[in-house]
């Protein structure tokens, strides 16, 4: 009988997502034949798709489709930055955007819906992305789109991990630079009106903390708790912001695009994982855990 070593119980577990006493059991009952391995715990376990259908996805990418003044943008997950890098998945989120940008779906369901053929899989989105869970191994997401008409579009991918678009009137060289520029400074809103009240409020609650910690009298605090709100609000309101190409180092945002006829009406900016809850494996914890439990059975 062939040995079953530490380095092909990894590789099937890699493969398969399954436990790695199973897979040990499964490798000595195919005598070290991979292949054999993999289908006897796909009968016991299910397929790798349905595994990996519970797996966080916080990598991934942003992909964007612009024609004219239509356009999309969207984030698709996976579970690790080497399948940010495949082919496949690329194409599969490249596809995701300009079908968006050409039917309009309603939601995820909707477009996951929409026909579409990639790799041998379909024939509609959601079954490519099945597909390719199934192919490559890892869960993937459609996580979040927005799509564009109207008016004139700049888009701006930083990589494939952030991802701008910015909607305009005007100068599409000065938009384009516009789009890099919230890419680079991440603001919140175009103006500091138009900043949501929870992060105003949010800010005031930290600015008063740190405020009464001085010491000062009340008067003396609430000024320094307007005067820290109001520093908040440039620093997130992209009009209000130094421009990252200004050549005095000082021309905010606002003064550049006025100076350039240019008038931006929205941005949306798509960090890849915001948000999302990254799950940590303790590799060596896990295998300490399976040790024991099969001494104790």
Known sequence: MAAITAGMVAELRAKTDA????????LTEAEGDMVKAEEILRVKLGN????????????GVVASAIDGNVGAMIEVNCETDFVTKNDSFLGLAQGAATLIAKHNPADIA?????AYEQDGFGPTLEDVRKGLVGKIGENMSFRRFKRFEGSALAGYLHGTRIGV???FDGDAVAAKDVAMHVAAMKPVA??????PAELIERERSVAAAKAAESGKPAEIVAKMVDGSVQKYLKEVSLFDQVFVKAADGKQTVGAYVKSVNTSIKGFTLYVVGEGIEKKVDDFAAEVAAQVAAAKGA
């Open 165 to 167: 678009v910015v909607e």
């Open 48 to 59: 790798k798709a349905g595994k990996a259908a519970s797996r966080v996805t916080a990598e």
């Open 19 to 26: 436990p790695m006493m199973e897979c040990k059991k499964a």
């Open 110 to 114: 909707a477009l996951g819906a929409l």
């Open 190 to 195: 175009l103006t500091s009106a138009d900043v």
